[in-house]
T-cell receptor, first 113, second 111 residues
Framework: DGGITQSPKYLFRKEGQNVTLSCEQNLNHDAMYWYRQDPGQGLRLIYY???????QKGDIAEGYSVSREKKESFPLTVTSAQKNPTAFYLC????????????FGSGTRLTVV | GQQLNQSPQSMFIQEGEDVSMNCTSS?????WLWYKQDPGEGPVLLIA?????ELTSNGRLTAQFGITRKDSFLNISASIPSDVGIYFC???????????FGTGTRLTIIP
């Protein structure tokens, strides 16, 4: 079955460490997105990519980095420069023409300890 | 970035009640989408709307694309416990533009 997989589901990080969240899709979608969700809040766009080897900053890119070396994969690195990294992170994908909507992964909950 | 205004922000209802929520924008859209997010999971697409005035149903859910193209509405009839979650609207103007998401409506069912 086609879908989008995020791993791990839960992640714990010590302060000052970088951590990478995985996102893989086998839907043959060109576009991929990373969102952050804080408790009781909506979705805030971190980064997005519409084609391999190209990506753009979203609304809250500071302290995050991404790469898009393969169409299927769009990993997100939360760096030590991100001051409040504890959150729920969602990855999504879509065709470039996204009017049929995004397909979301099941999320990764990152906790800084 | 812009976020669409959803109302109400949260709802506390009893099982069996009907639910209405809406989403408004300062810009017009050509596509409106409604998603549901279960606790601890990613949002799942419920309904997609592509034409002003369009009314579309998916089981107990009915959504409408506002005639001004600046709003959309979602109704849930005869709510059941599994309806609990956060409902997000999303709009899009052009086909290759990113979606703009609403702020979400949290639905809670009181025993």
């Amino acid at each position: 079955d086609g879908g989008i997989t995020q791993s791990p589901k839960y992640l714990f990080r010590k302060e000052g460490q970088n951590v990478t969240l995985s996102c893989e899709q086998n839907l043959n979608h060109d576009a991929m997105y990373w969102y952050r969700q804080d408790p009781g809040q909506g979705l805030r766009l971190i980064y997005y990519s519409q084609i391999v080897n190209d990506f753009q900053k979203g609304d809250i890119a500071e302290g995050y980095s991404v790469s898009r070396e393969k169409k299927e994969s769009f990993p997100l690195t939360v760096t030590s420069a991100q001051k409040n990294p504890t959150a729920f992170y969602l990855c999504a994908s879509s065709p470039v023409e996204a009017n049929y909507g995004y397909t979301f992964g099941s999320g990764t909950r990152l906790t800084v300890v | 970035g812009q976020q669409l205004n959803q109302s109400p922000q949260s709802m506390f209802i009893q099982e069996g009640e009907d639910v209405s929520m809406n989403c408004t924008s300062s810009s017009i859209f050509n596509t409106w989408l409604w998603y549901k997010q279960d606790p601890g999971e990613g949002p799942v697409l419920l309904i997609a709307l592509y034409k002003a005035g369009e009314l579309t149903s998916n089981g107990r859910l009915t959504a409408q694309f506002g005639i001004t193209r600046k709003d959309s509405f979602l109704n849930i009839s005869a709510s059941i416990p599994s309806d609990v979650g956060i409902y997000f609207c999303a709009g899009q103007y052009f086909g290759n533009e990113k979606l703009t998401f609403g702020t979400g409506t949290r639905l809670t069912i009181i025993p």
